[in-house]
């Protein structure tokens, strides 16, 4: 078997077990603060906010850093780095006595993550350019997949053996991730040519990455695509039990509604990347866009949980073309020797949409309701996709900057 899809397979089951890991706590994190000795629903839900996105405001600063350090000192390195790291935060957090230890303990965690940027980094640098999108639609699938039966598995395990023991599983699944990392992955990487490199600062590397326009307006595509899509999806619950009308299987319906795009999202994410090495991921992109925009359309107008189901699965579908295309597109502008610094400030554009998007979708819906929110989330994508077309397809037969070194 050839090396880069030995890769592939092995960092699929990487991103799966690191999403299945971090996620499997999500379904409890309120509960969790409450055993804490926070019984007041008002600060309950402060807390489990902060909670949730100081992981993502402290990434965001530093997934560039390790982009760089990826670029100098191998990217293998920097999965271990991450996978390791994460996997002792995890534990810890197994022994929180309050919500302070926790928060603190996810902005430390938010600090060293970055295992699935950095897979993406080192299977695109390690993988045939005519194979690409088909490799980073598989890895993607690895990822939703560990985010749709995480939380399954937590809720489950929640029952089960209680909230503290799960962060311990969560632990060991992310230790596991970084050994089968450790003994199966190759990259083929020249440490002295990287090192032999000016070692550039965030601000310097930023605009040597800017020199090539393409750039910035993916990371600008990314952020939009992660905000348009969470900016409602706090909301789906509420919005379950305004379409049931009834306590009973409340729970499950809701969980019904939140796997269903992330099963169509595993399916279509292969398939998109194939169509992607064929007619071109600037194309896949622009359609995905514009179809996961029309799917927001109906579940606007939905009077019944079936039809709310359907119109997500559909949405999936689409999704799963957005991010694949965009990383293999990133890859394509990407000087030679950036790859990691590159697609670790669009791993900063994609933490800052899913931090923003939930926090103002939720003020506007005391406005607008869910149903407003996903028609602006339509008109974002549409927007989107009209930016896809205006910088992208100009030089979609031009050479790719990752022909040229940095």
């Known amino acids: 078997m050839a090396r880069w899809k030995i890769n592939m397979i092995v960092l699929w089951f990487g991103n799966f077990l ?14 969790y603060i409450q055993e804490m000795g926070i019984h007041d629903q008002h600060q309950v839900a402060m ?17 560039p850093i390790w982009g760089g350090m990826a670029d100098r000192y191998g990217r293998k390195v920097m999965l271990l780095r991450s996978g390791f790291g994460m996997a002792f935060v995890m534990a810890l957090m197994g022994f929180a006595l309050t919500p302070w230890h926790l928060l603190l303990l996810r902005m430390l965690n938010g600090t060293i993550s970055g295992f699935v940027p950095a897979a993406v980094a080192l299977l695109s640098a390690n993988t045939p ?14 990822g939703v997949a560990g985010t749709i039966l995480g939380p399954l598995f937590g809720g489950l395990l929640a029952e089960w053996i209680g909230f503290r023991p799960i962060f311990y599983i969560t632990g060991g699944l992310l230790f596991i991730a970084s050994l089968l990392t450790m003994f199966l992955v190759k990259e083929t990487f020249d440490k002295g040519k990287a090192q032999a490199r000016s070692n550039q600062s965030l601000f310097q590397t930023l605009k040597e990455l800017s020199k090539t326009k ?5 990371y600008s595509v990314t952020f939009v695509i992660q905000f348009s899509i969470l900016s409602s ?35 279509a994410s292969p398939l998109l990347g194939r169509m992607g090495d064929r007619w071109g991921p600037n194309k896949v992109l622009a359609i995905a866009l514009v179809g996961a925009g029309i799917f927001f359309i109906p579940q606007a107008m939905v009077t019944n949980i079936w039809q709310l189901f359907a119109a997500r699965f559909m949405l999936g579908v689409f999704m799963g073309g957005l991010l694949p295309s965009v990383q293999t597109l990133i890859r394509q502008y990407t000087p030679n020797g950036m790859e990691s610094r590159s697609f670790a400030f669009n791993s900063s554009a994609l933490s800052l949409g899913n931090m923003l998007g939930p926090i103002i979708g939720g003020a506007l819906s005391g406005w607008i309701g869910i149903r407003g929110i996903f028609l602006i989330a339509t008109l974002l994508l549409f927007l989107n996709a009209l930016w896809v077309r205006q910088t992208l397809f100009h030089r979609a037969a031009a050479k790719p900057a990752s022909d040229r070194s940095p």
Not at 129 to 142: D, F
Not at 214 to 218: C, D, Q, V
Not at 233 to 243: A, C, H, N, R, Y
């Open 18 to 31: 690191v999403m299945g890991g971090m996620t499997m706590i999500v379904p409890f994190l309120p509960l």
């Open 47 to 63: 807390w489990a906010g902060f909670i949730f996105a100081a992981n993502f405001v402290t990434s965001f600063v530093f997934q």
């Open 129 to 142: 350019r005519e194979r690409m999108g088909l490799a980073m639609g598989t890895l993607q699938s690895g």
């Open 214 to 218: 393409e750039l910035p307006a993916l």
């Open 233 to 267: 999806m706090p909301l789906i619950p509420l919005f379950v039990q305004e379409l049931h009308h009834s306590a009973e299987m409340l729970a499950f319906y809701a969980g019904l509604v939140g796997s269903v795009t992330g099963f169509s999202n595993m399916i």
